[in-house]
Structure formats: C-alpha cells, structure tokens
C-alpha cells in the first residue's frame, strides 16, 4: 500500500502517475480539506474535486481546474440574474457539490460521501480527506484576514500574505482510515504541493504528523520548487511573504524531522547539500503523462 | 391596473396574452406560492418560475416547462453520482433556484427576489408572490399526506386525493403590495389555474379573498375546464377525486361569491344557466400565441 498527501493541481499530477505506475487497489489519497468552503450555499472541496476529477480522468486538462467535456449554461445564467460568479462553476462541476453538500447535510462524513463519489466516476485510487472535521485555511493578509478561496480565486491571491493558520485544526482528528493506512504502508508520498496551504492544514491535524514520522514506511516528499520557481500557483509568492527563501532547499527544511527522503528536480541539483534526509534527483516537471508515470516511479524508486 | 391571479402553466398562458393586450406596466400578476419546496438545498417555486419564464419569453414550449435553450449537463451528472433526479432542474433553470436561495438566506424577501429577477430577465409585468411567508399545499392521499411536487412530479399525481390542506396559510399575510394593487385594480382575472392547488392556496391567506370581493374592480374568472376536461395537469382528476361534478359550472361555483363573471368555454354554452354571476363565452383554447391574445381581449372586454 502506498499512500500519498495532495493538494491540488501539482500534486494531483503524482498521484495520477501513482495510479498508474501501482497495481490497482494500491494507492490511498489523502487530500486536504483546508480550502473548503461553502459557495451558493454549496460545500465545495476543491483539492478533493480536482484529485477526484484527475484520478477519474475527467480533469480539465486545458482550464487547468474543474471537468472535462463541462458547459456554462448555469454560470451564464447566474451573471444574467446579478449572481455571485467569482468562482466558476460548470454545469458538471456543480452536480458534484449540490450532491456532496445533500450528502453532508444528511449526515454523512465527508470521507463517505468522497469514496462513493470516486468509485461511481472511476477514479483509479481511494481518495480520503485527512479529517471528516472542519479545518479552515485563514489567511492574515495586507486587507485583513480572509478565507483561502476569496484570496485565491477572489482576488488572485494578489494581498500579500503575513500568516497562514487553520482554524479547526487543534480540535480534529484525523480520518481513522487515514492513520491506519498511513501504519501500513509501505511508501509515504508528500506530493508537490503548497507545503503552507496544502500539506501544512494536514499536518496541523493533531496526530497525522506523529503517524507520519511514526510509520514505518519511508517518507519521500516531491519539491513543488524547480529552480526557485512554483511550476503553478502560489507558492513561490507566499514563501517569498513570508520570509522564506523561495528554493527546493527551504521546502525540504520545512519538512525537516518529518521526511527520509527528498526528491527534487535536477535544475536544484547543487543547491541541495548538507540537507538532514536523502536527496534524489529527478525530473519533476510533469507536462505529459508520460512525465507523471515516470516521476512516480522514481519516487516508488527512491523508496524502496 | 390590471391584477391576475395566476398558478402555472394554463394561467401562465393567459398573463402572456394580457401582457400583450394591455400596454406596458399595467399588469400586475400574483403567484401561487404553495406548490414551493425545498429540494436538493434549494428555494423552488415552480409556478413563480413557470410565470417569469412565460413573462420573459424564455419558456420552453416544447417541454410545457422549464426555459428554453436549456442544457442538461448537471442533470447527467448527478443521475451519475447518484442523486435525485425526480425532479428535474436544467443547468439554467439551476441558476434561478441557487440565486434566490442564496437571496433568502441573506434575508431578502421572496418578492423582492422574484421582482428583480423578473426585472433581470425581462418579464414583461410586475409578478409577485401572495404573500412572503410560507404557505405549503399538503394532499392527503391513499398513500398519506404528502408535499405537493412529490405527488405531482415524483408520483405522477397518480396517488388519489381526499382532501388538501394549505399548511401555514393561516398565519401569512398577503403581501402589502398585492393588496394595494387589487384595490386599485380595474380589473382582477383569476387565471384558468387550478382552484383547488394554484388559486384556493392565495385565497387561504387571510384578508385576500376579502380584498378581492371588496375591491372595486369587477373579477373575471377563466375556467381551466372545456367540455368536461382539463387542458393540462391533473384538475379534473383531482375534482373527480375530490367528488366534484368535472365541469366549468363546478368551478364556477367554487368561486361563487367572489367572481363578477365567469369566462367559459363554447363548447360548454349549455351547461351555464343560473349561476349567480355574469357568464361570458369564448375560446378558451390557447394553443397559439393569437390564442392568449384573443383569450385576454375577450376577459378585459368582459370586464369593461
């Protein structure tokens, strides 16, 4: 068994190789859930919906974010009736949280509803949220204190960020079936994700971060960093406000204690000594799935 | 001022007809609200949709429901996750219900809502609500008590009714704007609706029907049955049910007292003589848009 934590867009690409390069029934993911929020009246989980959506193949590969094969006749509407449209959502896309917030408010737990819902689109793993309790990614930013999403989305994470926390955090537990996959695997992936807002809202968890240093599986974290560069998103921005050296480097310092391994993409190759853990290099640029099965399998690699 | 009292699709037709026979701002259509649900998180109101719909010219003939150039995507997608898919929402028609839910639970009042979404799609008259406060048509049948849209939509209206019941319309209040147009109405049409589950919901609100019987303007009622039969919709079975005569004379009976005149069709000439109010014959048929034209001159003419 192979378990891997992801955020979004980057880290669903490796989990996608993962799937790929393992048997099948191999591979649990868990996702965060610091990004959730309610929408319209909607509980929507983006990291869940875009690693369901990339695990299922049924990502969006040229938006970047939601489904494929989507239309906007509900968005299009919505701006006609003077409705809220900063987050786009598509027709498809939809179904998805008006069932999932049904779901929620039936009373079943998150990690539930988020297995049905992959097995009934194919996704090609068991996707499981690192807790059925709230967490919330809260960002203190030059205008105040705000949700990720509005940031993100909102504002295209344009406000300077000051400090990142996760309300909820101290009171969760983490997902059962999470600690106990975490105790039996054999590999333990940290995708290239935003270590601040995708790994870190997991971590903040109490008892994950224990589990995870506990295990006995080797820890192998991938650089979301290529040559002091995020290959999307945030995080080279938020590093660089929040005092951090935007490198592979100060990622692997933040997951100091926790990781065995670190891989890392050859354009950091000399950048990389005198780190606690092993370093590996690789090519973690994924453009094509031929990339994501190949930087899979050199993390399984690595590991083993 | 011209006020018309209207439920769905039937009374839909004759509100485009005034629409269009009167110039504009003139007509002021009052909707039956006890047919509103909640399903899947959402506000339905399907005759208030129904009308905005029509008013707009965004109807969908072909289906006698919904809006036109509709697209089903979220539809699909939730009969593929699972969800419940009775009652079906188009991805347009989906953006009315999520905007004024999000409006409702920000406090908004419902004909606030339906005003300014008229407004926003270009209905071509004021409709408003009966009233604002909540008002459910309950059945009794040979299954149980049951919410109006599960019998008429998720059962087909095949489960027989004894007796129907407006829960929570004794403690509404007709809307104030409502009051003060039918006091200053010309004329007030009761629309060829269903007495019993689209007009007898607004007259159960305390003080409506008084206002309609004190009003200074003459009330014209079009019957929704030609020749023993109802257009659409389950009326006739209902009265049957109900062990009512089916039968223009019983409807126009059922509002004995309130009406001034009653418009029946041709083809019921015969079967009209001695009701207390004025009876006045034309082709109740719209199945064109001349149809409702031709059916609103004859009403306004009636009435003058």
Redesign the interface.
């Given at each position: 068994m192979i378990v891997a934590l992801s955020g979004g867009i980057g880290g669903a690409k490796l989990t996608v190789g993962l799937a790929q390069a393992l048997p099948a029934g191999r591979l649990t993911v868990v996702a965060n859930t610091g990004d959730d929020f309610e929408h319209?009246?909607?509980a929507i989980s983006p990291d869940i919906d875009t690693l369901t959506y990339a695990l299922a193949g049924l990502d969006n590969a040229a938006l970047g974010w939601g489904r494929r094969d989507?239309?906007w006749?509900?968005?299009?509407?919505?701006a006609?009736?003077?409705?809220?449209t900063w987050f786009r959502l598509?027709?498809?896309d939809?179904?998805?949280h008006?069932?999932r917030?049904?779901r929620l408010?039936a009373g079943q737990a998150l990690s539930d509803i988020t297995v049905?819902?992959g097995r009934?689109?194919g996704a090609r793993a068991r996707l499981l949220p690192a807790t059925d309790d709230r967490v919330r990614t809260r960002l203190r930013t030059e205008r105040g204190w705000m949700d990720f999403q509005p940031w993100f989305v909102g504002l295209r994470a344009a406000p300077r960020v000051a400090e990142v926390v996760f309300a909820g955090a101290e009171q969760a537990r983490p997902l059962p079936a999470v600690l106990k996959a975490v105790e039996r695997a054999e590999v333990i992936v940290i995708c290239p994700s935003n270590p601040f807002i995708s790994i870190d809202p997991m971590l903040a968890v109490p008892g994950l971060r224990a589990a995870l240093i506990g295990a006995r599986a080797p820890v192998v974290a991938v650089s979301p960093i290529i040559g002091g560069r995020a290959v999307k998103g945030p995080t080279a921005k938020m590093m660089a406000e929040l005092g951090l050296e935007v490198s592979a480097r100060a990622v692997a310092e933040r997951y100091g204690g926790l990781i065995d391994i670190f891989v890392a993409d050859e354009a950091d190759a000399g950048a990389l000594d005198g780190l606690a853990c092993r370093v590996v290099l690789a090519p973690t640029l994924m453009r094509t799935n031929a990339d994501k099965v190949a930087l899979a399998r050199a993390v399984l690699d690595a590991a083993r």
């Open positions: 319209l009246g909607l989507e239309t006749s509900f968005m299009e509407t919505l006609a009736l003077g409705g809220e598509g027709d498809r939809l179904a998805l008006v069932e917030t049904r408010r049905d819902i009934r689109l």
